[in-house]
């Protein structure tokens, strides 16, 4: 009976060592995420108009820009609350102009004093750079593909689920999730910088030349007046330093009926996106646009 009694002894004191040593023991946050299912819907992105040098009332020369059929300088953002299903902010980089200037260099000609500015000029801004989280760059109805830009972390987690049903979303994409908590970790991990898309690669020739109105210059004798400034070569190859094989600018491309998981960079928040639809608009010019159906992860 004493060596029953000194065992059962034995046996709290070794229990209590065990249950003091774990005090300080980090335990895995137990997560039950709550779907509440929500839709967005994103045109394509299209700054293309016109731009006209006009005389003014003044009598001075000013750049006037016309808005194409298909112009449309939205993107998407993920919201930060429940309530909302998200923003659709304009990129005003384009209200006036079809392409946005990532870096500008205003230099002299030594020769006549005449004033230029050297800039590169791209159809939409570093990944890095866009207002919203989703760029719709282009739509393909027959594939039923489209090509995004992204500024968040990314992860294919299912395709083919053709399916633009809420509850079904629920229950089939984000509820596994509650009951395999071990998945969420590993698209945490497995998760891609903006979808693998390239990084910027600019060079000399990618320059392009505008005088001190706006207007574009195809001189290429202008390369050399540009180099030959020590002032403004050195900036211009601290820009390519800052940014080559540093900043992000590529697209990726998204089919309809993949599910995703994403990670926003603008605000830190996850999400579960379904690509519900790929279509063109029902009237002239006949926009196309994309939808999705999501959740937040909470």
Known sequence: MKNVNKINILFVIAFSILLSSCCDCELEPVLTIRCFPREATATVFD?????????GSDGKDSLVFTPGAQFSIHQYKF???????????????????SLT???EFPFTRSTDNKKFVAKFVKNFPFNEDLVGDILVEAVDTVANTATIRINGDILLIRSNYLEDNSSR????????????QSQLKQFREQRVAFGNAAKANLTLSDLSFFDENGGAINDPSLISTFQNSEKILKEFEEYLKSVNGIR?????????GEAYYYRSRSNGREYIFLI???RSGSLP?????MTILFTSIE
Request: with cysteine; aromatic share 6%; net charge positive.
């Open 169 to 180: 979303f629920c229950n089939d994409i984000v509820e596994p999730l509650n009951q395999n």
């Open 47 to 55: 700054p293309s108009g016109t731009t006209q040098i006009l005389k």
């Open 285 to 289: 010019p006949y926009k196309r646009r």
């Open 248 to 256: 992000t600018y590529g697209n990726m491309q998204v089919r309809l």
């Open 101 to 103: 200037t990532l870096k």
């Open 79 to 97: 919201p930060t609350s429940r309530a909302s299903s998200g923003e659709t902010p304009n990129d005003t980089r384009f209200v006036n102009a």
């Open 276 to 278: 519900s639809s790929v």
